[in-house]
């Protein structure tokens, strides 16, 4: 299986200029697929290999997990901590990439497990930026422990 990315975002919006920034930067090139899951069921069930993903090979993991904060239902931080909690998924890389960068939300969310805490920068420049250095970062430059030795 190619590299894969679970963006979990709920503003098509978002969606649109992630997409936009990571072709931009080559990365969309990279992945064999980018999973776009709208709310908490969704992001769980692709994870677990359930509901409309059920089937899916749960050996096989994303590189990482994009995760909007607010989301409809399930917010970002109750879905990293069921992430967190399932052995299959503990381990996945999972970014919080959100527009709040409330002192308590960072805090809550590295104490939730997170990997890494960035702020969606304002203007499409810096985003672009951002997509750049977080999808070359997790793709290439860290070492996933899900990764075949």
């Known amino acids: 299986m190619g590299k894969t990315i679970l963006m979990v975002e709920d503003d098509e919006d978002q969606v649109a200029l992630t997409v936009r920034a990571f072709k931009k930067h080559g990365i969309m090139g990279e992945l064999e697929e980018l999973v776009i899951a709208h709310n908490g069921g969704e992001a769980l069930d692709y994870m677990m290999g359930e509901g409309a993903h059920a089937g899916r090979d749960t050996n096989e993991m994303p590189e990482f997990v994009l995760l909007d904060m607010n989301l409809p239902g399930m917010n970002g931080l109750e879905i990293l901590e069921r992430l967190r909690s399932d052995e299959r998924t503990s381990l996945v890389p999972s970014i919080i990439f959100?527009?709040?960068?409330?002192h308590h939300d960072i805090v809550e969310g590295y104490?939730?497990?997170?990997?890494?805490y960035v702020t969606k920068p304002d203007n499409y420049e810096k985003f672009s930026e951002a997509m750049r250095h977080l999808g070359w970062y997790w793709l290439d430059w860290n070492e996933n422990p899900s990764d075949d030795e």
């Open 98 to 102: 959100s527009s709040s960068h409330e």
């Open 111 to 116: 104490r939730r497990g997170a990997n890494s």
